[in-house]
């Protein structure tokens, strides 16, 4: 089941083309942070099976995104998440080339080996 949610009108949004990634990545979290809650489609506001509105007040599920704790940011905790990032993927990069050039050299010693034995 796949549950659409748009960011309301209120709720933080980029103002640059490139923090994007950054913005899905903080959304994401803070709906991981609501795991634990429990609620229906009829909670949510979503159709039904058949495809009928559900009758409900939208307002307390709506709250819940637009004023949570946890969709609470800002610029600054952007700014904050982007050099995480930039941070991991500089410490990650170098472990990342060398099992790369590790599988590479493996390949190399397999194809070695076949030929050695006369296989292709």
Do not use: W
């Not at 991991?88 to 493996?106: C, G, M, T, V």
Request: charged residues 30%; aromatic residues 12%.
């Amino acid at each position: 089941m796949i549950l659409f949610l748009s960011p309301p009108k209120t709720a933080p949004r980029q103002n640059n083309d490139f923090d994007c990634g950054v913005f899905v990545c903080r959304f994401a979290y803070g709906i991981f942070q609501l795991r634990h809650l429990k609620f229906t489609y009829r909670d949510a506001g979503i159709m039904n099976k058949n495809k009928e509105k559900s009758i409900t007040d939208k307002e307390v599920f709506s709250n819940l995104i637009t004023n949570g704790s946890h969709f609470k940011f800002n610029g600054v905790d952007i700014q904050r998440i982007r050099n995480d990032f930039h941070y991991l993927i500089e410490n990650l990069a170098p472990f990342y080339k060398q099992a790369i050039k590790d599988r590479r050299n493996e390949k190399k010693k397999i194809n070695n080996n076949n030929k050695k034995r006369g296989k292709k």
